[in-house]
């Protein structure tokens, strides 16, 4: 997943990724796709709000999102078992992500693999922002 420009929000967001997690996954509508997993590839990039200025903060967990639970989180989605389209997918993650008050946006990228010899993927990718308070 390409590193995207900065989110144009303020304060400044620090931005905290997962890239490349690949995993075998029930997914798919046609025939062919039941009873059977896929390789998807998942990248997700979320903004949690980050201290402004040149200061360097706390260096303890609790001022940023553990990227442990968002992985166990798609895990555990990707556990719950068949889902037809890599678009609920990537919205189940995002409201995962979303869950946490201190993410203000995620993207999230799901990608199929093995899909066509001449392609290296097929997926989407979605952006979801907080709503403002």
Do not use: C
Request: proline share 5%.
């Amino acid at each position: 997943m390409a590193i995207f420009a900065a989110w144009p929000e303020q304060p400044p967001l620090r931005r905290v990724f997962l890239k490349d997690m690949v995993l075998d996954a029930n997914i798919g509508i046609y025939p062919h796709e039941q009873g059977v997993t896929q390789r998807i590839r998942v990248n997700i990039s979320f903004g949690v709000v980050d201290e402004p200025g040149l200061t360097v903060g706390r260096d303890d967990l609790s001022r940023t999102v553990s990227y442990e639970r968002i992985v166990l989180m798609v895990r555990r989605i990707i556990g719950e078992g068949h889902v037809r389209l890599v678009e609920t997918l990537a919205e189940r993650i995002a409201i995962g992500v979303l869950a946490d008050e201190r993410v203000v946006v995620v993207r999230v990228r799901v990608e199929k693999l093995d899909i066509f010899d001449d392609l290296d993927a097929v997926g989407v990718e979605i952006e979801r922002r907080r709503p403002a308070p």
